[in-house]
């Protein structure tokens, strides 16, 4: 019997009320699991731009640019 053939079963022995507070608990357990997949998928996300800056062999990566450096580089007027 699958997970799913499982739960169907079980969920069988309920009655109505008991399923509609099944459901309000099962959608608050989904929301969590999907939070946190959505954050293990960003953290995972983020490791890898850190694993590739450093990977890259760019001897320059590492150089500090300031903040009006970056203004002038990207030709950007400030008032």
Do not use: H, W
């Not at 019997?1 to 989904?30: H, P």
């Not at 694993?51 to 203004?71: G, H, I, M, R, T």
């Amino acid at each position: 019997m699958t997970n799913r053939d499982e739960c169907i079963a079980i969920l069988d022995n309920f009655g109505e009320e008991q399923l509609g507070s099944i459901v309000v608990i099962l959608k608050s357990m989904k929301d969590v699991f999907d939070k946190a997949l959505e954050e293990a998928l960003d953290e995972a996300y983020c490791q890898k731009l850190y694993q590739n800056y450093l990977d890259d062999p760019d001897p320059e990566k590492d150089d500090e640019l300031s903040f009006d450096e970056a203004v002038e580089a990207l030709g950007i007027t400030l008032p």
